[in-house]
């Protein structure tokens, strides 16, 4: 008795079973966390919050703490009955002391242990099933029987009378057991599906995983190598501003030893100077005119050959060598344009370093550069003539294209443009190269690369509307780049006076760059090259020149 008391105390007045994670209110009184939480939550709004056994009243939500001691009371207990703990159903006859039911009759709705089960009623209408508390679930809610049959119409469990005399006459029925076995198989085949499907989730979990391993391990190598790809940039740099600094200090050196020389003889030109007119000073006080006309004639003291003589050679002297200098800082040049170009890696992984999602760091670093430093004659990329429209002039030097409203009639051949354009006379089929067009006095151009084999004629001609040409275009405040007709529209606040066009031709990579204020990307073209690239020009108002061009590594001449 004392036993069942005890028991009592462990069920909440919630759910009226033994306490699951038990804590408590304010007020003492103890509940399941779950069970309590959900009171608690259906009195949101009301204004207060009561207690479900006291009715005590809270202004605010309650606060929770756990009952570590009925906790414990409630797991020294459940350890004690293993049985209680795995179904929690006693048997209905057993008053004095809970003892855990075997089976559930659901005819008597009660549940039974084992020694009220063997003098329980065997009659057929007294069915047994496993301990349930759900005993009303199990008969028929309209005729009060027990469920035996499946109505395969309407998925519903029924009765004999349902059957019989029912809704559900007439209708195709099939045996609880057999519904039952014919479900569990269906399950069976769902369990498969998901079994199967869970598997391939897995794998493609570990697959993922393995990738990201992959990924973290690419990483590392990609860092390592930027690592000392940077570290041998600072060497190079640092070894560089030394050979640039000694060079400065050797030249002013020079020059200041130079320019010493000239004024060590001017000063002693001077003292002569002053000498000869200390004698003239003296004939000119002397009152005796023979001895004055007796004195030998100085002549022209200003000696005009002497001071042309120590002018040249202040003039040779006297100023640093620029080019000399220059031609040093194109390594830093190189440096930076090598990191912009792109960072290869083993195993075809390309590390891409570009100056559109760099910030101004490195574009600011070239503009510097390419502001202080001369960029050589483009000597090697000059106009052919051959091919130039007829409303398009060349320059002496080859090297400007101007529209003309002329019309020069030139005879047709296969090698002149139909319409406003002029290629190069020579084309690259290796290496890296540069070259810049001043655009400053045109609104209307196109300028990029082309092979040879480019239509002449029509306007598929033109540079971008074909398979065979790249190029930047400019039609009055707009620009974008062109390729086989396919238009890219560059963003409006694009402004630029020059042009570059950047070639790495073993990369098969062709690059634009805008030149105005600092180094801006504006696009980069990737192809498989098939035939050498000539440098192109289309104007349509103004003129258009090519300013300057670097090779990198000598390509080949066509």
């Known amino acids: 008795m004392a036993s069942a008391d005890v028991r009592q105390e462990l069920d909440c007045s919630i759910c009226l079973s033994i306490y699951t994670d038990p804590v408590t209110l304010r007020c003492g009184h103890n509940f399941c966390q779950v069970c309590i939480d959900r009171a608690l939550d259906t009195q949101e709004g009301a204004g207060a919050y009561t207690c479900p056994d006291c009715r005590a009243t809270f202004k605010k939500r309650p606060a929770l703490q756990r009952n570590i001691t009925l906790c414990n009371i409630v797991g020294r207990f459940l350890s004690t009955r293993p049985d209680q703990e795995k179904t929690g159903i006693f048997c209905t006859y057993c008053v004095d002391s809970p003892v855990p039911a075997?089976?559930?009759?659901?005819?008597?709705?009660a549940s039974l242990c084992d020694n009220h089960l063997r003098v329980h009623s065997k009659s057929a209408?007294?069915?047994?099933?496993?301990?349930?508390?759900?005993?009303?679930?199990?008969?028929?809610?309209?005729?009060?029987?027990?469920?035996?049959?499946?109505?395969?119409?309407?998925?519903a469990c029924i009765c004999e009378a349902c059957c019989l005399t029912g809704k559900h006459r007439g209708h195709q029925v099939e045996s609880l057991n057999e519904a039952f076995?014919?479900?569990?198989?269906?399950?069976?085949?769902?369990?498969?599906?998901?079994?199967?499907?869970?598997?391939?989730?897995?794998?493609?979990?570990?697959?993922?995983?393995?990738?990201?391993?992959?990924?973290?391990?690419?990483?590392a190598g990609v860092t390592e190598t930027v690592t000392a790809l940077f570290r041998d940039i600072r060497r190079q740099l640092e070894d560089l501003e030394k050979r640039v600094l000694g060079e400065i200090s050797r030249q002013e050196q020079?020059?200041?030893?130079?320019?010493?020389?000239?004024?060590?003889?001017?000063?002693?030109?001077?003292?002569?100077?002053?000498?000869?007119?200390?004698?003239?000073?003296?004939?000119?006080?002397?009152?005796?005119?023979?001895?004055?006309?007796?004195?030998?004639?100085?002549?022209?003291?200003?000696?005009?050959?002497?001071?042309?003589?120590?002018?040249?050679?202040?003039?040779?002297?006297?100023?640093?060598?620029v080019?000399?200098?220059?031609?040093?800082?194109?390594?830093?040049?190189?440096?930076i344009t090598g990191i912009n170009t792109g960072i290869y890696v083993q195993e075809d992984t390309a590390l891409l370093l570009d100056v559109t999602t760099a910030g101004n760091t490195d574009s600011d670093i070239i503009t510097g550069i390419?502001?202080?430093?001369?960029?050589?004659?483009?000597?090697?990329?000059?106009?052919?003539?051959?091919?130039?429209?007829?409303?398009?002039?060349?320059?002496?030097?080859?090297?400007?294209?101007?529209?003309?409203?002329?019309?020069?009639?030139?005879?047709?051949?296969?090698?002149r443009f139909q319409y406003n354009q002029v290629i190069s006379t020579r084309g690259f089929s290796s290496g890296r190269h540069y070259w810049e067009v001043?655009?400053?006095?045109?609104?209307?151009?196109?300028?990029?690369?082309?092979?040879?084999?480019?239509?002449?004629?029509?306007?598929?001609?033109?540079?971008?509307?074909?398979?065979?040409?790249?190029?930047?275009?400019?039609?009055?405040?707009q620009y974008s780049v062109r390729h086989d007709?396919?238009?890219?529209?560059?963003?409006?606040?694009?402004?630029?006076?020059?042009?570059?066009?950047?070639?790495?031709?073993?990369?098969?990579?062709?690059?634009?760059?805008?030149?105005?204020?600092?180094?801006?990307?504006?696009?980069?073209?990737?192809?498989a090259l098939t035939e050498p690239l000539h440098a192109v020009l289309c104007v349509e108002n103004g003129c258009i020149k090519i300013s300057g061009a670097v090779s990198y590594e000598q390509g080949d001449g066509m």
Request: net charge neutral; aromatic share 6%.
């Open 438 to 477: 001043d655009v400053s006095k045109s609104v209307r151009w196109r300028v990029g690369m082309c092979y040879p084999s480019i239509g002449r004629r029509g306007r598929q001609s033109y540079i971008g509307e074909n398979n065979k040409s790249w190029c930047v275009c400019k039609y009055y405040k």
């Open 102 to 109: 075997a089976k559930s009759c659901l005819h008597c709705e």
């Open 370 to 415: 390419n502001t202080g430093i001369y960029v050589q004659e483009a000597t090697d990329i000059v106009l052919d003539v051959t091919t130039a429209g007829d409303n398009i002039e060349i320059s002496g030097n080859r090297k400007t294209a101007s529209w003309s409203y002329i019309n020069h009639n030139h005879p047709v051949t296969p090698e």
């Open 254 to 321: 020079r020059v200041s030893l130079s320019v010493s020389d000239v004024i060590q003889q001017l000063e002693i030109k001077k003292d002569e100077l002053s000498g000869k007119m200390r004698h003239i000073e003296e004939l000119c006080n002397m009152s005796d005119p023979v001895t004055v006309l007796q004195e030998p004639d100085t002549g022209d003291l200003c000696d005009t050959e002497d001071t042309d003589r120590h002018d040249n050679q202040v003039r040779g002297a006297g100023d640093l060598d």
């Open 323 to 335: 080019g000399l200098i220059s031609g040093s800082l194109y390594t830093l040049s190189d440096i």
């Open 181 to 219: 076995e014919k479900k569990k198989e269906k399950l069976r085949n769902v369990l498969q599906k998901l079994t199967t499907k869970r598997a391939e989730t897995e794998k493609r979990i570990q697959s993922l995983q393995e990738r990201r391993r992959e990924g973290q391990g690419k990483a």
């Open 485 to 527: 007709s396919t238009v890219i529209q560059l963003p409006d606040n694009i402004s630029c006076d020059r042009v570059r066009v950047y070639l790495d031709y073993e990369a098969g990579q062709l690059s634009f760059y805008s030149l105005c204020g600092r180094t801006r990307h504006l696009h980069t073209y990737t192809a």
């Open 125 to 155: 209408e007294h069915v047994l099933c496993d301990p349930t508390t759900a005993l009303g679930n199990r008969k028929c809610s309209v005729h009060k029987m027990v469920l035996e049959y499946y109505c395969t119409e309407d998925a």
